[in-house]
């Protein structure tokens, strides 16, 4: 997949792994456009890179997804490229927490149908401009899910069935489907988690690396390490990752 040239949209583009990837491509030759639910967060993209359009959206609301296809027919019907980056994690145990259906709700719209929805939806454009690309962001929690966060890893276990069979639908086609499954990223959404974090920085540098090579499943750090541990002994895998932070 060529790296130059292209019109991207990214959600989730305002911090973390979404504003590293804007950056990157902003900073080789592409024209990016980032969505986001804090608008001082987008502002402050837009102060440092007025080149980058930013445009405020929560994807857990219809309303506002069907503004933002709108907005991106009407203003950049030439996108090639859409990253879904954006997420929510909740952490917490069904039984110690009570009154979690909105919590439930929110965290698959946000991390599963809203992704799924928003591709739909632009992938008209997308197959009308030439070559072109979807990347869903995953996790290697797909792989073996951590004990307090349930909700989040089955979403991501979703992510990567809806990344694989999308791509055989578009096997023919000349749009790509890839899959990012980064490790534990030092982001504001994994605050106060985990160690050993690797930077956005880096995330991005090995993620460019696989998608100009067409690796369609991307994985990034210590998911490399997963990924082997659950093809030669499931039962260590799950176990490694059940205490995750």
């Known amino acids: 997949m060529k790296t130059n040239g292209n019109k991207i949209l990214i959600t989730g583009g305002s911090s973390g792994i979404g504003l590293a990837?804007?950056?990157?491509?902003?900073?080789?030759?592409?024209?990016?456009?980032?969505?986001?639910?804090?608008?001082?967060?987008?502002?402050?993209?837009?102060?440092?890179?007025?080149?980058?359009?930013?445009?405020?959206?929560?994807?857990?609301?219809?309303?506002?997804?069907?503004?933002?296809?709108?907005?991106?027919?009407?203003?950049?019907?030439?996108?090639?490229?859409?990253?879904?980056?954006?997420?929510v994690q909740y952490n917490y145990l069904f039984e110690e927490v009570t009154h979690l259906v909105h919590k439930i709700d929110y965290e698959i719209s946000a991390n599963l149908n809203g992704p799924i929805k928003l591709t739909a939806m632009l992938l008209p454009l997308i197959s009308g401009n030439g070559s072109g690309a979807i990347v869903n962001v995953s996790s290697g929690l797909f792989m073996a899910p951590k004990k307090n966060a349930s909700v989040y890893c089955a979403t991501k276990a979703g992510i990567h069935s809806f990344s694989k069979s999308l791509r055989y639908q578009l096997e023919n086609t000349s749009v790509k489907v890839f899959e990012l499954i980064p490790s534990l990223i030092d982001t504001p959404m994994t605050a106060?988690?985990?160690?050993?974090?690797?930077?956005?920085?880096?995330?991005?540098?090995?993620?460019?690396?696989?998608?100009?090579?067409?690796?369609?499943?991307?994985?990034?750090?210590?998911?490399?390490?997963?990924?082997?541990?659950?093809?030669?002994?499931?039962?260590l895998a799950a176990r490694i990752m059940k205490e995750g932070k």
């Open 21 to 87: 990837l804007a950056q990157w491509f902003f900073e080789h030759g592409n024209q990016v456009i980032v969505t986001g639910r804090d608008l001082d967060k987008l502002r402050a993209v837009e102060n440092q890179y007025p080149e980058i359009d930013v445009f405020k959206c929560d994807l857990t609301n219809n309303e506002e997804l069907g503004a933002l296809v709108h907005y991106i027919e009407q203003n950049h019907s030439d996108i090639n490229i859409l990253i879904n980056n954006a997420a």
């Open 192 to 235: 106060g988690r985990g160690r050993d974090k690797i930077s956005p920085q880096i995330l991005v540098k090995e993620f460019i690396h696989g998608f100009r090579r067409d690796r369609y499943e991307i994985y990034i750090g210590k998911t490399k390490i997963l990924k082997l541990i659950s093809r030669i002994t499931p039962r």
